[in-house]
């Protein structure tokens, strides 16, 4: 059995307990097993926070190739936006101005971030840029693509089925460790793989064969008095695990990519995110459930997440203090009649450090922004047009990142806001479906959007105008909807492109394609040319048969399949859509199925009730018929019939 890092003594692995072995854990075999599902009120639970060090200072440090101790900080027009530890040595934050902080360092690098111009199809670093506050704009991608670095690199190193991973924002993330501690802990511990003497989940967990816990350099919370002389639990256990994962994480970010991070690991993120800046920069506290009380007493209650703003004023001003130790005196009854049931209910909570928040593993985006404040402002449409086509190749970059070309992911709708004096106007439209996107329909979308704005009346001088994408879905893989139908040969191509399905059935095209549910159902069964579900024509792979269901989405023509003699050959043009093909036959199906289309548009639009012109009947035919309605089924039998005997 391999020998267990936990211990005091290197090469001793899950010794027998030298005390009373009657004595027992406070955590019971079911709480060990909820470990493994992510269970947020699990006292075992072992939840991180990773905090990347001054993030966009560091960005430029790695970019330029700077030594770590060299001050840097990160310029925006006038102001800074990041400071890194070096140059905080000197004296200089965030709230200095670029000139106050070459007089505090004359040695600082001062990098200005990277801006979009107008008539450049990507952002770049310019010697300018503040000089050019009017005409640039503001470009944080650089550090957006090196956060994307960390967090793949992130989920690489942790194992792929045993990891719940959220951005909570572009230079910190949240781990959920448990699944991965759990294993962890049956891996080191074969004792508690055995089930419960009685079958009962309920029962105790025997004590950790351990008497000391080795936590290496970790930023440690001390203990009360009384909880130092108390044995380690499974709790410290899995706390300890997890402050080794985190360690060996930090450590690959700064092998691989060059950056620091500090670490908080705690049972919450609550907790953990508290932990993380507590021992700034370069290094991880572990918070154990026996140090929360002594961790939040040295807190103030504005410094907790959600309490710096108009409720931790609140908070203050009910209970005239600041400090969090002096809360904590406060009877649940008191809070509640202060602050109200809810409110008062969590913040009693909070200050206790109970959060059962999920880390959501979700790290994708919800929205992107992409905006300007005009000083002076703008007064013209064109001005504004201006400032919209940048926007719209901002956003477009951003999404190309996100997948948007390959149809993983894509938004649904776009937004601008347009700011006039102190009045805000916005207006919200659709991003057409089934299109191949580009900054150029961004573009359109938005010029639309500002029509609509300026028909309200008075809008200019405009303070800010902001472009924002929303309502992000996954793509649908292998479907174009009805406009991959109605474009021409070269744009059908480059439309098959952006989906995956397209590019792997280039390579084996010889597949056999599942065929259709109903063949012959709908208005197909009139034609006289019967189109097969493995033929290889256009209309087949692409042109939905109306009324006909199939069991794969439709896709435009597979031209990367055709051989290049037939490329090269004269296409022919649909009359109608334009849309090109080398076979006659296979135009013909085209315009079949053009027709079929009609019939069916035609029967569509066609009122139930539409009187029809009766066609006339011979005399024969019309006492026939006369004969057949007052005869019911008693009339004579047709040949071949037979009456139906009903008892």
């Given amino acids: ?7 005091g003594h290197p090469g001793v692995s899950s010794p027998v307990h030298s005390g009373d072995s009657s004595r027992r854990s406070q955590f019971t075999y079911r709480q060990l097993s909820q470990l493994a599902s992510y269970s947020t009120t699990n006292p075992l639970r072992v939840v991180a926070h990773v905090d990347l060090d001054a993030f966009y200072a560091q960005c430029e440090m790695v970019r330029l190739g700077l030594p770590k101790n060299k001050p840097l900080a990160v310029q925006q027009w006038y102001g800074l936006i990041a400071v890194n530890y070096a140059a905080r040595d000197s004296g200089i934050g965030r709230h200095c101005n670029i000139t106050e902080a070459m007089k505090l360092c004359p040695d600082l690098v001062a990098q200005h971030v990277a801006t979009w111009r107008e008539g450049d199809d990507k952002w770049a670093y310019r010697d300018d840029a503040a000089a050019n506050i009017a005409t640039d ?12 670095k960390i967090i793949s ?79 380690p639990d499974w ?12 360690r060996d994480l930090r450590a690959k ?27 700034k920069p370069n290094q991880q506290t572990v918070v154990r459930n026996r140090a929360v009380y002594s961790f939040m007493s040295g807190f103030k209650i504005t410094k907790l997440r959600n309490l710096g703003g108009k409720l931790g004023d609140q908070v203050v001003t009910t209970f005239e203090t600041q400090a969090v130790k002096d809360l904590l005196d406060i009877p649940l009854a008191t809070m509640k009649s202060k602050l109200g049931n809810d409110t008062g209910q969590w913040v009693y909570d909070t200050i206790r450090g109970i959060d059962h928040s999920e880390v959501n593993s979700r790290t994708q985006i919800k929205s992107m922004l992409s905006a300007k404040s005009f000083r002076p402002t703008i007064s013209t449409p064109q001005q504004a047009e201006k ?57 359109d979308l938005a010029k639309g959007l500002l029509a609509q704005i300026m028909s309200e009346g008075a809008v200019w001088p405009c303070a800010n105008l902001s472009l924002s994408v929303g309502g992000f879905e996954d793509g649908i893989k292998g479907n174009l909807g009805i406009d991959a139908f109605l474009v021409k040969g070269d744009e059908i191509e480059a439309l098959r492109s952006t989906t995956p399905e397209s590019r792997s059935t280039s390579v084996g095209s010889d597949r056999p394609v599942k065929k259709r549910r109903a063949e012959n159902s709908g208005i197909q069964r009139f034609f006289s040319k019967k189109i097969s ?115």
Wanted: proline share 8%.
């Fill in 235 to 246: 709790d410290d256990v899995a706390i300890l695990i997890g402050s080794d994962i985190v």
């Fill in 1 to 7: 059995m391999p020998s267990s890092p936990l211990l």
């Fill in 153 to 231: 690199l992130i989920k690489e190193t942790l194992p792929a089925d045993l990891q719940k991973v959220e951005k909570a924002g572009i230079d910190e993330v949240f781990l959920d460790l448990s699944a991965q501690v759990h294993s962890m802990m049956l891996e080191r511990f074969p004792e508690l793989k055995k089930p419960p003497r009685y079958d009962d989940p309920t029962e105790k967990l025997p004590l950790p064969p351990i008497a000391a816990l080795d936590w290496h350099a970790d930023a440690l919370i001390d203990l009360d008095e009384d909880q130092e002389t108390i044995d």
């Fill in 387 to 443: 400032w919209l086509r940048i926007f719209a190749a901002d956003i477009f970059a951003r999404l190309v990142e996100e997948g948007v070309l390959e149809n993983k992911r894509r938004p649904r709708t776009i937004n601008l806001h347009h700011r006039h004096g102190g009045q805000m106007r916005s207006r919200q439209g659709p991003i057409p479906q089934g299109k191949h996107l580009d900054e150029g329909i961004l573009f």
């Fill in 533 to 647: 579900a493995d033929d290889n024509s256009s209309v087949n792979a692409s042109e939905p048969i109306a009324g006909g269901e199939t069991d794969q989405p439709f896709r435009p023509p597979d031209v990367s399949d055709m051989k290049r003699s037939v490329l090269s050959a004269d296409l022919l043009l649909c009359s109608r859509c334009k849309a090109s093909f080398v076979d006659p036959d296979a135009l013909q199906s085209h315009e079949d199925w053009h027709m079929a289309m009609d019939l069916q548009e035609a029967e569509r639009v066609k009122p139930a009730f539409a009187s029809r012109q009766p066609a006339p009947r011979n005399s024969s035919q019309k006492g026939q018929s006369t004969s057949s309605k007052r005869g019911g089924r008693g009339g004579k039998p047709e040949p071949g019939q037979s009456r139906l005997k009903f008892g």
């Fill in 137 to 148: 704009k503001v470009s944080l991608d650089p550090y957006r693509l090196e956060s994307r």
């Fill in 253 to 279: 970010i700064r092998e691989k990519l060059d950056y620091t991070c500090s670490g908080g690991i705690a049972n919450n993120k609550l907790l953990s995110k508290l932990g993380s800046a507590f021992k």
